[in-house]
């Protein structure tokens, strides 16, 4: 079956070429598109009960790469481009999807510039939601690869930044939902809850 990986928060929020952003030439050598998806509720209770979390876990930034571009076809035979910047993040607890503690997985960090592409999207979190370092609580999609891609990685839905004893809704570059203030939830309330979501499972 196929999988669209370009999505922030899966079919809510699909990022097409063709449809929801604009490709424009800014200079001979680079082309740009500018992503524009479907924002929803990232409060703490809807990353919870998002339908499409495969992936639900607990994890420490390691490393970043390169942003590289890659490519996705649709069975209809349009394209899905984009370019994201690869993040190495370690699993410290998982609450779903199976990855085991100490497990390292590729999340993709989208939005940059590789091979000629530029990649501009406010609706994904910030770059700097992933400096080294930095503890996370991660709500994504499949782990896998596309076409294009060597390895696998999964695409997060929701994230939440550990900051002062509590994590704080980084899902979005520009503030929280609709304008409104980031949630934020005590770390020891979170993991209650994501424990709670663990035994469901």
Same mark, same amino acid.
């Given at each position: 079956?196929?999988?669209?990986?370009?999505?922030?928060?899966?079919?809510?929020?699909?990022?097409?070429?063709?449809?929801?952003?604009?490709?424009?030439?800014?200079?001979?050598?680079? $082309?740009?598109?500018?992503?524009?998806?479907? $924002?929803?509720?990232?409060?703490?209770?809807?990353?919870?009960?998002?339908?499409?979390?495969?992936?639900?876990?607990?994890?420490?930034?390691?490393?970043?790469?390169?942003?590289?571009?890659?490519?996705?076809?649709?069975?209809?035979?349009?394209?899905?481009?984009?370019?994201?910047?690869?993040?190495?993040?370690?699993?410290? $607890?998982?609450? $779903?999807?199976?990855?085991?503690?100490?497990?390292?997985?590729?999340?993709?960090?989208?939005?940059?510039?590789?091979?000629?592409?530029?990649?501009?999207?406010?609706?994904?979190?910030?770059?700097?939601?992933?400096?080294?370092?930095?503890?996370?609580?991660?709500?994504?999609?499949?782990?896998?690869?596309?076409?294009?891609?060597?390895?696998?990685?999964?695409?997060?839905?929701?994230?939440?930044?550990?900051?002062?004893?509590?994590?704080?809704?980084?899902?979005?570059?520009?503030?929280?939902?609709?304008?409104?203030?980031?949630?934020?939830?005590?770390?020891?309330?979170?993991?209650?809850?994501?424990?709670?979501?663990?035994?469901?499972?």
């Amino acid at each position: 079956m196929r999988r669209v990986i370009f999505s922030t928060l899966a079919a809510a929020a699909l990022v097409l070429a063709s449809a929801g952003c604009g490709s424009k030439p800014e200079t001979p050598q680079i $082309r740009v598109i500018e992503a524009h998806a479907y $924002r929803v509720d990232s409060s703490v209770e809807s990353a919870l009960g998002f339908f499409a979390n495969k992936h639900v876990f607990e994890g420490t930034v390691t490393a970043r790469g390169k942003d590289v571009r890659v490519i996705d076809w649709l069975p209809s035979g349009h394209a899905i481009e984009a370019v994201y910047t690869p993040v190495t993040v370690v699993i410290d $607890r998982a609450y $779903r999807g199976g990855l085991a503690a100490g497990t390292p997985v590729v999340v993709r960090s989208l939005g940059g510039e590789a091979d000629g592409l530029r990649y501009n999207n406010d609706e994904v979190p910030a770059k700097d939601t992933f400096t080294l370092g930095t503890r996370l609580v991660i709500f994504a999609s499949d782990y896998s690869a596309v076409e294009s891609e060597s390895v696998p990685a999964m695409t997060p839905h929701f994230v939440y930044r550990y900051s002062g004893g509590a994590f704080v809704d980084a899902t979005y570059t520009a503030g929280g939902f609709q304008g409104q203030a980031p949630d934020r939830i005590q770390e020891a309330d979170l993991r209650l809850k994501l424990s709670r979501l663990a035994s469901a499972s």
